[in-house]
C-alpha cells in the first residue's frame, strides 16, 4: 500500500516537475514550443561566424546576411533538407535551447526535434546530440512530415493513408502516412527561398536591375501567384541598374511573375504524381477520398492550392496555420510515444 502511494506521488512530482519542450528545425526558421505558454522562441535559421566561432545567431546573424563585414559569414546550417554543417546546428540548437530553457532552470525537460525527411543516421545523430548537450534528460526525433500531419489533425496513427505536403523555405517534403510512419515520400530541394532566388535572377538577366532577396519576399507575398495572377495587378521592383549603376525601379506585371516559377511549380506536380504511381491502391483511395493537405510558410504562396488541385485533380487545402502545424504537431506527438516509431537515438 506505502509502496503504491510512494509510487503514485512520485509519477505526480514528475509530472509537476517535467515540462515539454518541442523544436521545429526549419530551412528558414527555427520554433520552439511548450504546451502551456505556447510559441516561445521564433528565430530564423542562421548563424553568424568569424574564424569558426560563432559571433551571432538567430534575427542578429539574419541580419548579417548579404551585409557582414569583412571575416564574417552567415551561414544557414539546414541546407535543402539536409544538415549541410553538423557542428553549426549543434551550435546553434544548443544557443536556442539554452535561451529558453535559462526561464526553466529547475524542470525536466522532456524534448522533441523535427528532422527533415530522409536524413541520414549521422545527421540524426548530430541534432540528437545538440539535445544532449543542452542538459535535456529525454530527447526524441520525428520526421518533419510527420509531425506536420499529427499538426494538421490528420488520422496518423490510423491504418489511413493521408496525404501531406509541407512547403519550407529550401525544401518542399511529400508524404503518404499511416500507422505513424511514412509510408512513401519524397523530398524535393526547392521551397520559398528557391523561388525567392529565381525570380532574383530572372530580374537581374532580363532586366540587369540588381535586387535584394527581401525585396523579392514582399514581392511574392503581394503579387506572385501560382495560378489565375490577376491581370490588372503589378510589383514595382527598386533596385539598382546595372548599366547606369544608380538606383532604379522597374514594374514588372503578376502575369510575367507567374511564368518565372513555371519550372518550380511543375516539378512539384510532378513529385506530388510519382508518388501516386507508387501508391498501393487501398491508400491512393483514402487519399482520393480526404485530398492533398498542404503546410509549411511556401504553402501561402497565392493560389498554390488551386494550381495543385488542377494538376492533380483532387482536393487540395491549405491548413489554418502553416508555420505552427510543425512544431504544434511536434509537440502533440509526445502524448503519443507508443504509437509512433520515434527513432530516439
Ligand atoms: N505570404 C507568403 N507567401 C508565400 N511564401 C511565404 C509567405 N510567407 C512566408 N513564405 C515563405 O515561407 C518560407 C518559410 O517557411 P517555413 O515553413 O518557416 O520554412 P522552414 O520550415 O523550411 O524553415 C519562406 O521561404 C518564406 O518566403
Ligand atoms: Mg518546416
Known amino acids: 500500500m506505502a509502496e503504491k502511494i510512494r509510487e503514485k506521488r512520485k509519477g505526480l512530482s514528475l509530472r509537476l516537475w517535467q515540462r515539454d519542450l518541442a523544436i521545429d528545425l526549419g530551412t528558414t526558421n527555427t520554433i520552439i514550443y511548450m504546451p502551456q505558454k505556447g510559441i516561445v522562441l521564433e528565430e530564423p535559421s542562421v548563424v553568424a561566424v568569424r574564424n569558426g566561432s560563432v559571433v551571432a545567431v538567430g534575427k542578429k546573424a539574419y541580419r548579417m546576411l548579404g551585409r557582414t563585414p569583412p571575416g564574417v559569414t552567415a551561414v544557414k546550417p539546414?541546407?535543402?533538407?539536409?544538415?549541410?554543417?553538423?557542428?553549426?546546428?549543434?551550435?546553434?540548437?544548443?544557443?536556442?535551447i539554452s535561451r529558453v530553457l535559462r526561464r526553466y532552470p529547475f524542470l525536466r525537460i522532456r524534448m522533441v526535434i523535427t528532422v527533415?525527411?530522409?536524413?541520414?543516421?549521422?545527421?540524426?545523430?548530430?541534432?540528437?546530440?545538440?539535445?544532449?548537450?543542452?542538459?535535456?534528460?529525454?530527447?526524441?526525433?520525428?520526421?518533419?512530415?510527420v509531425a506536420a500531419a499529427i499538426g494538421s489533425g490528420l488520422p496518423v496513427a490510423e491504418p489511413r493513408g493521408s496525404f501531406i505536403v509541407n512547403c519550407g523555405g529550401g525544401v518542399t517534403e511529400i508524404a503518404v502516412i499511416s500507422l505513424g510512419?511514412?509510408?512513401?515520400?519524397?523530398?524535393?530541394?526547392?521551397?520559398?527561398?528557391?523561388?525567392?532566388?529565381?525570380?532574383?535572377?530572372?530580374?537581374?538577366?532580363k532586366y540587369r536591375l540588381e535586387i535584394g532577396l527581401s525585396t523579392v519576399e514582399e514581392a511574392k507575398k503581394e503579387a506572385l501567384y501560382a495560378a489565375d495572377p490577376p491581370a490588372d495587378l503589378t510589383y514595382t521592383f527598386r533596385g539598382i541598374n546595372l548599366y547606369r549603376r544608380t538606383p532604379d525601379s522597374l514594374e514588372v506585371s503578376a502575369a510575367e511573375l507567374h511564368e518565372v516559377i513555371g519550372p518550380q511549380l511543375s516539378a512539384l506536380a510532378g513529385a506530388v504524381r510519382s508518388i501516386f504511381e507508387?501508391?498501393?491502391?487501398?491508400?491512393?483511395?483514402?487519399?482520393?477520398?480526404?485530398?492533398?493537405?498542404?503546410?509549411g510558410g511556401g504553402s501561402l504562396l497565392h493560389n498554390l492550392d488551386i494550381y495543385l488541385s488542377?494538376?492533380?485533380?483532387?482536393?487540395v487545402r491549405r491548413v489554418e496555420d502553416p508555420f505552427t502545424c510543425v512544431v504544434r504537431g511536434a509537440s502533440e506527438s509526445l502524448k503519443f510515444l507508443h504509437a509512433l516509431s520515434l527513432p530516439d537515438r
Open 78 to 96: 539546414v541546407r535543402s533538407g539536409v544538415i549541410a554543417d553538423f557542428e553549426l546546428t549543434r551550435k546553434m540548437l544548443d544557443h536556442f
Open 116 to 145: 527533415p525527411y530522409g536524413i541520414t543516421q549521422v545527421e540524426r545523430r548530430a541534432v540528437f546530440a545538440a539535445g544532449k548537450r543542452a542538459g535535456v534528460k529525454e530527447t526524441y526525433l520525428i520526421e518533419e512530415p
Open 181 to 205: 510512419g511514412i509510408v512513401l515520400g519524397s523530398s524535393l530541394p526547392q521551397g520559398g527561398e528557391t523561388i525567392d532566388e529565381a525570380i532574383q535572377r530572372y530580374i537581374y538577366r
Open 278 to 295: 507508387r501508391m498501393p491502391p487501398q491508400l491512393a483511395a483514402d487519399v482520393i477520398q480526404d485530398g492533398i493537405v498542404l503546410c
Open 310 to 315: 488542377r494538376e492533380i485533380n483532387l482536393p
